[in-house]
């Protein structure tokens, strides 16, 4: 299966939960030194309601995973960048303010 792309950064296998594109788009747009990110499967949890939140959880290989939290559902996105947590976890509340 071909990756559709958005600003060739935003690879997209699988659907977005509601509301997280918008915060992911703002995300890439204002950090360049995010490489990708990559939404995995969503998944159905009862404690995900209200607005989007992301938490970025543990390191991978070439960067960061975290999880998104919304409308129902958690999601997670692996985010390819040599940024550190705290960096990565300030650039998202940018995004997400």
């Known amino acids: 299966m071909r ?3 958005a600003q060739n950064r935003l690879k997209i296998e699988h659907s977005i ?3 997280l594109r918008d915060v992911l788009e703002r995300l ?3 950090n360049p030194r995010i490489r990708s ?3 995995g499967v969503i998944r159905p949890v009862r404690d995900a309601r209200g607005k ?7 390191p991978t290989q070439n960067g960061w995973k975290a999880i998104a939290l919304s409308a129902g559902a958690r ?3 692996f985010v390819s960048t040599a940024l550190g947590k ?3 976890e300030g650039a998202i509340e940018r995004a997400l303010g």
Do not use: D, H, K, N
């Not at 989007?52 to 543990?58: I, K, L, N, P, S």
């Open 75 to 77: 999601q997670e996105l």
């Open 52 to 58: 989007v939140q992301v938490r970025v959880t543990v």
């Open 3 to 5: 990756l559709r792309t």
């Open 37 to 39: 990110v990559i939404p």
């Open 86 to 88: 705290e960096e990565l």
């Open 28 to 30: 890439l747009a204002s």
């Open 17 to 19: 939960i509601g509301g």
